[in-house]
């Protein structure tokens, strides 16, 4: 019996341990390297295509192709592959679960838009609702999702961390985690934020991405969250008030220490402007982008203006209050 | 007849799925969506099942350290648990695996294998294992149809297993497996009447055939199982002990409804055949009883050279991820096969926790000859998770 009190234990501590969360982030005084940048102002965001994104349709995967298997994918908890098309470009789709709960490819597509539209980099993804793969048995169709393209000029430089970056303590820092809570992200694990390093003619730039933003839309129960669930995603409250100057978020979720007493009413209200710059074609094109039904996309957008609203007058409120 | 023999070759060669390779971007398939139950699913239960989807839910595909749960024998108990390791090689050329587990009856058990599955083209698969483990309370009610529960013996196993096998894979729903082994069971009088204390080694070798359409092996709502195997167990310790097994196996999973219903019907024959003079070891012998075979008797209740079993079973969709499941078993053992029947049987009802692709949970309640059992699990009862094994086993497992 105690064998196996000992196995229950280790069994909690691992699946505990996967989900320990960041450090507190700790703001350095030092300035961002030259050519490392987390967000670029958008100064065309109302022209902004949103269906096909930041990269475009030339990098969009073609929906009647057929694209061969290369190897599926070991890592994460969703399923996946690596694929090729037939011009040679390589794939990593990320696929539901059998039997459709809460996939997080529409989500990470739509949140993935939005963000990039407010000027955060984003890597080329795509959603698509079924593919035909080929393997060493034949062709069949497959259960689609995320197709994130491996382009050239793009290079994985590996993660960076929340409590150790460039950018700790920036607006555009602060504002990031900001859109993340309005999004209800709960998977905000370091190893989800990607460096790459970007190819523009002889420039190597560095971009600080906040990658497989899946898991989102949702509500953020520690043990088992909601993804892409409008009912959810109505339900959990975003702010809950202001306390010594800092924001309370509802968030309850394994990476607190991002927001806990560290995010101010200007800076929600910095992330709320930027987002609410975008027009009702540009977020209905960043849902269909992610193949949502149109009325989910709808529950999905009327809350997150609910959000922006709130944020916005959270500023408007500390903004009055230094007036006094 | 010609029309029968093309639906079915249609069918398991995916000929409705090719016509869908147009210039049009495919239709989403079924799978993607999960039958909607008759009343709708509690918070609690959706969240369990998403929670043991992400966790639980991708089978060998994880690269790293992972828990085994559930994956052990008749009469381990409700559950196992410990740590194992796994990693793919070379664009999933190579598999490795290895693994511990203990269970809540102390049932110990190590393992690790090495796979090459992507010999010509993903058709041929060639890999070796290597097995300990440590069964120390296992029932033994004596040899035959006609034993009685206050019978009851107690024995253990101890043993370590090398396998190499390779299947040779035709077609994506066909596979011709062959394996080459050897292992020495230590079996242990615990208490009770019968037993006895054994030691021996056993070069044991099958060949088999298995057509497997079904959609989901750990959950199946589609699809057929057929499968044939021939084994010879090479007694290197007396010889008195060779003997040969052939097993005939035949499932299916008919939806009704959309997938609302499943009709799930199991059989399944063992056959051992011995020389004069030799016998088959009671811990070899086929077994029924338990989740498996049949669910009012206790695990390994009944056991002789040869067995015949069948299960009927009805799943409704109660909820998305909740069915309720009504079964009936029937089976029996005997020394000839043509002294078979299907005397023995039980009735019951149960749920079973589940996604699209996996059974979490079941619970079943049971009653037959001997009374009721309420068992739990953490499988399919009809899920097969032996014939998914590249090793035969010791004792012989339903």
């Given at each position: 019996m105690r064998t196996i009190t000992i196995a229950i234990a280790a069994v909690a501590l691992t699946i505990s341990a996967s989900c320990a969360g960041v450090k507190v982030p700790v703001a350095t005084t030092a300035p961002a390297?030259?050519?490392?940048?987390?967000w670029i102002e958008p100064t065309d965001l109302g022209s902004r295509d949103l269906y096909y994104g930041p990269w475009g349709s030339q990098h969009a995967p073609d929906p009647k192709g057929v694209y061969t298997l290369v190897e599926r994918k070991h890592a994460g908890v969703n399923l996946g592959l690596t694929v090729k098309d037939a011009q040679g470009r390589e794939w990593s789709v990320k696929q539901p679960y059998p039997g459709g709960l809460d996939p997080e490819g529409p989500v990470e597509v739509a949140v993935s838009r939005l963000l990039s539209a407010i000027g955060y980099h984003q890597p080329p993804v795509y959603f698509l609702p079924a593919f035909t793969l080929k393997d060493d048995f034949g062709k069949k169709v497959e259960v689609g999702g995320r197709f994130r393209l491996k382009d050239p000029?793009?290079?994985?430089?590996g993660f960076w961390k929340w409590e150790d970056n460039p950018f700790v303590g920036t607006k555009p820092y602060q504002g990031l985690i900001v859109l993340l809570m309005m999004f209800n992200s709960t998977d905000l694990k370091n190893t989800n934020n990607t460096l790459y390093e970007h190819k523009n003619g002889d420039l190597v730039e560095q971009w600080y991405m906040t990658r497989d933003v899946g898991s989102a839309l949702g509500d953020a129960n520690p043990m088992a969250p909601r993804k892409g669930d409008p009912e959810s995603f109505e339900r959990m409250p975003f702010i809950l008030g202001v306390t010594s100057g800092k924001v309370e978020f509802a968030y309850a979720g394994w990476y607190k220490n991002l927001v806990r007493d560290r995010i101010a009413p200007d800076e929600v209200a910095w992330a709320s402007e930027l987002l609410g710059r975008l027009s009702d074609k540009q977020w209905a094109d960043a849902f269909r982008a992610g193949g949502f039904d149109p009325d989910d996309a709808n529950r999905f957008i009327t809350k997150l203006k609910e959000k922006i609203d709130q944020g916005r007058s959270l500023g408007a409120r500390a903004a009055d209050r230094d007036r006094q | 007849m010609k029309t029968l023999l093309r639906c079915v070759f249609a069918s398991l060669c995916l000929v409705p799925a090719a016509?869908?390779?147009?210039?049009?971007p495919p239709a989403v398939p079924s799978s993607a969506t999960e039958p909607q139950g008759i009343v709708p699913e509690p918070d609690a239960i959706t969240r369990a099942v998403l929670f043991a989807d992400r966790n639980l839910g991708k089978g060998d595909l994880t690269n790293g350290i992972y828990w085994d749960f559930g994956n052990m024998i008749p009469g381990a108990g409700w559950g196992n648990a410990g740590p194992g390791y796994r990693h793919w090689y070379g664009k999933d050329f190579a598999f490795i695996d290895a693994s511990a587990s203990i269970s809540v009856n102390n049932y110990r058990l190590g393992q690790a294998r090495v796979e090459l599955p992507g010999f010509l083209k993903s058709r041929l698969l060639i890999g070796a294992s290597a097995r300990w483990q440590n069964f120390p309370n296992i029932d033994y009610f004596g040899v035959g149809s006609n034993t009685t529960t206050d019978m009851l013996s107690i024995y253990g196993i101890k043993s370590s297993q090398f396998t190499g096998y390779a299947t040779l894979r035709p077609f994506r729903w066909m596979g011709i497996g062959a394996q080459i082994g050897w292992t020495n069971p230590q079996v242990s009088h615990v208490s009770g009447p019968m037993g006895a204390t054994e030691k021996h080694t056993f070069v044991p070798t099958e060949v088999s055939l298995t057509i497997d359409t079904r959609d989901y092996p750990g959950h199946p709502t589609s699809g057929v199982m057929l499968r044939g195997a021939g084994a010879n167990y090479d007694d290197r310790t007396t010889g008195l002990n060779t003997f040969r097994r052939y097993e005939g196996e035949a499932a299916s999973f008919v939806p009704i409804g959309g997938g609302r219903v499943v009709l799930a019907m199991h059989g399944w024959l063992v056959r051992s055949e011995t020389r004069d003079g030799h016998s088959v070891p009671f811990y070899l012998q086929p077994s029924l009883g338990g989740i498996d075979t049949?669910?009012?008797?206790?695990?390994?209740r009944f056991r002789d050279n040869n067995m015949l079993v069948g299960n009927a079973e009805v799943r409704v969709a109660l909820m998305t991820h909740l069915d309720l499941a009504v079964f009936a078993d029937a089976g029996n053992v005997a020394?000839?096969?043509?002294?078979?029947?299907?005397?023995k049987r039980s009735y019951g009802g149960g749920f079973r926790l589940h996604t699209r692709r996996e059974t979490f949970a079941m619970v079943d309640a049971a009653t037959g000859d001997e009374g009721w059992i309420v068992s739990f699990r953490l499988k399919d009862p009809l899920g097969f998770g032996r014939i998914a094994r590249r090793a035969l086993l010791v004792p012989f497992v339903p």
């Open positions: 390297p030259a050519g490392a940048s987390l000029s793009l290079k994985d430089a | 016509a869908a390779f147009a210039q049009e049949l669910r009012s008797f206790t695990d390994y020394a000839r096969p043509e002294n078979l029947d299907l005397a």
